[in-house]
């Protein structure tokens, strides 16, 4: 009997097993098609694999004629790339330096009012981005920000800040502040404290927030579609304007799988740094 | 809670320069935050608000407080009908994403083989833009697509026209695939950190106990795991009800969903329609802040009465 219950505990069940399974495919397998239709030359329905590759017509072009466009400045594929990196340093830095004092007060500090303040920090991610949005372009509308850098910047902090905020605070709180005191009796001055002290420890948590940021930065489409006004695009608005017509052609295809490396490589360095606790965190307890 | 040190600042009426000093560090390194939200975040609503009342001076229109504007907007049965689909499209992705999530981080917490590289690869979708998702739902669902090449391989259908439209329709199940496929991840994410955090000890004893696995279920996991599905759902279905590029590809055309509707408002070459569309806006702010505080209420008394808070 207790053997049993034990059991249920580590292992699968059947169906978990296969749920497990399922679920990959559903994640991964859409890629699969999706490499597929880049290399394509033609590939009518209801064929699964092209009836022409790429490689069938090479005579014509020494790449794959998607990827040929993709690479190449008609496409505005650097454009977009550079666009999204540079927004995403400058809110991930922004955000930081907003963000880190913040969270030193919210983990260390209790105060009247904390708990009403905490919900206030949280509130940018229930309420929709929509009415954000079209809100936020008349006032930038207004002071000449819209279709500017500056703008995209701006506007894309409020959605950033409510996830820093929380796993800086997540950070601190598993910092004691035996060190800190230690440095402070040694006779350290405040500044010292924290250039010598806490920032090198708060390292790891600060890389973590960092990386997030600059992720959920670069899949914003909303603020940015709306903010950047046609004259800024990025890589997620670039693939919108790309499938807007609700069609997916080889380009397309191409388009898609580049939006998509920036997220696969900040997983593939990112995964063991993104602190589980700042999602399990949850609102008003 | 009063804490200490609110209580020596405010009682006490005497305060040391020492404490001055940290209450004045502490106002300055909340200033940042306060400010940049406050001013933008709230700077944005209220001028939303002012707008959709009629105070839009730049226009030349003030007219403020006019009341016409949503009067217009929620006197139409169109309106109706957007809210329906928008609501629709958000309730439905998110409970199914959320059933999906549940039972994904109860296997999730299991140790099998190739657990380190599942845990990256779930994570898949939460790391990449919605877009990516839609152009896969164009690529997998559409008419012409994987799905529809599938089910004439094995002589289901004919051609393209007799597969069931799924993308472009108001039933919205290419919407509703792409939030799903998007947003189990990070449910997951939150329902498995909490389930880490509370260990299997409670749940080994009622099993122990003689605990049908419902009955642990329903009893033990799920009250627990609750915080980590609030969270989440809300964060979810608020997404879900302000998105635009999904419901504007993938959506079945008019009646759109709200924030299209606001859109599509926004850009008419009639400024006396940007009102409109601020009306428009407020009313979806209005509607989803109705809903998710009514959540949030009902789940603190929920804790209330288990005494959790």
């Known amino acids: 009997m207790a053997r049993k219950a034990t059991n249920t505990f580590t292992h699968l069940s059947p169906f978990q097993r296969f749920y497990l399974v399922a679920v990959a495919a559903l994640i991964v397998g859409p890629f699969l098609p999706l490499i597929i239709q880049s290399l394509?030359?033609?590939w009518a329905w209801p064929n699964l694999l092209p009836t022409v590759w790429w490689m069938e017509q090479r005579e014509r072009s020494p790449i794959p004629l998607a990827w040929d466009y993709v690479l190449s400045p008609y496409s505005r594929v650097y454009e977009a790339t550079f666009n999204?990196?540079?927004?995403?340093?400058?809110?991930?830095?922004?955000?930081?330096?907003?963000?880190l004092p913040a969270a030193r007060v919210l983990a260390r500090e209790s105060f009247r009012g904390k708990n009403s303040f905490e919900f206030f920090l949280s509130l940018p991610l229930i309420v929709p981005e929509a009415a954000i949005g079209i809100a936020l372009l008349m006032i930038f509308i207004n002071l000449g920000l819209a279709g500017s850098y500056v703008g995209i910047i701006i506007a894309h902090l409020i959605p950033t800040i409510p996830y820093m905020v929380r796993m800086l605070t997540a950070v601190y709180q598993g910092l004691g502040r035996e060190f800190e005191e230690q440095a402070m009796i040694l006779g350290a001055s405040r500044w010292q404290i924290l250039r010598m002290v806490t920032l090198p420890m708060l390292m790891p948590g600060v890389v973590a927030g960092a990386l997030f940021t600059f992720l959920v930065s670069s899949n914003i489409f909303l603020l940015t579609f709306f903010l950047g006004q046609g004259k800024i695009i990025t890589l997620p608005t670039l693939l919108f304007s790309k499938i807007s017509g609700g069609t997916l052609d080889a380009s397309a295809a191409g388009i898609t799988l580049i939006v998509s490396l920036p997220g696969i490589i900040l997983l593939i360095i990112s995964e063991r740094f993104i602190k589980e606790e700042a999602f399990g965190k949850g609102f008003g307890n | 809670m009063?804490?200490?040190?609110?209580?020596?600042?405010?009682?006490?009426?005497r305060r040391s320069t020492a404490q001055r000093n940290a209450l004045f560090l502490r106002i300055a390194e909340l200033a940042p935050i306060v400010i940049v939200l406050f001013v933008l975040f709230g700077g944005a609503l209220v001028l939303a608000l002012l707008q959709s009342l009629g105070f839009a001076p730049w226009f030349g229109i003030n007219t403020f407080p006019d009341f016409s504007y949503f009067g217009a907007l929620w006197g139409s049965s169109a309106f109706w009908v957007s809210l329906g689909l928008t609501l629709y499209y958000g309730l439905v992705s998110t409970i199914i994403a959320l059933i999906m999530a549940i039972v994904l981080s109860l296997a999730l917490i299991k140790p099998f083989r190739g657990k380190t590289l599942y845990k990256y690869l779930y994570k898949l979708p939460l790391m990449i833009p919605y877009t990516v998702g839609i152009a896969l739902a164009v690529l997998m669902l559409g008419n012409g697509g994987i799905l529809s090449r599938l089910m004439a391989l094995v002589g289901m259908i004919d051609n393209p026209g007799d597969f069931p439209q799924i993308l472009k329709t108001h039933y919205g199940w290419g919407i509703i695939a792409v939030y799903v496929w998007k947003q189990v991840p990070f449910m997951t994410l939150a329902i498995y950190a909490v389930l880490l955090g509370i260990g299997r000890e409670t749940e080994e004893a009622a099993a122990i106990l003689g605990a049908t696995r419902r009955q642990i279920f329903f009893s033990v996991t799920l009250p627990q795991i609750l915080p980590g599905i609030v969270s989440s759902t809300l964060i979810c279905f608020a997404f879900n009800v302000g998105a635009f590029e999904a419901p504007f590809?993938?959506?079945?055309?008019?009646?759109?969903?709200?924030?299209?509707?606001?859109?599509?408002?926004?850009?008419?070459?009639?400024?006396?329609?940007?009102?409109?569309?601020?009306?428009?806006?407020?009313?979806?702010?209005?509607?989803?802040?109705v809903i998710l505080f009514a959540y949030l209420a009902v789940y603190r008394r929920y804790e209330r009465m288990r005494g959790r808070a």
Do not use: E, K
């Open chain 2, 249 to 289: 590809i993938l959506g079945g055309g008019y009646p759109d969903t709200l924030p299209v509707v606001a859109w599509r408002y926004f850009n008419d070459a009639n400024y006396a329609f940007q009102l409109q569309g601020m009306a428009t806006v407020v009313s979806i702010g209005i509607v989803a802040g």
């Open chain 1, 84 to 99: 999204t990196m540079v927004i995403g340093i400058a809110v991930t830095v922004i955000c930081l330096a907003i963000c």
């Open chain 1, 40 to 42: 394509a030359f033609r």
């Open chain 2, 2 to 13: 009063a804490t200490q040190d609110t209580a020596l600042d405010t009682r006490s009426g």
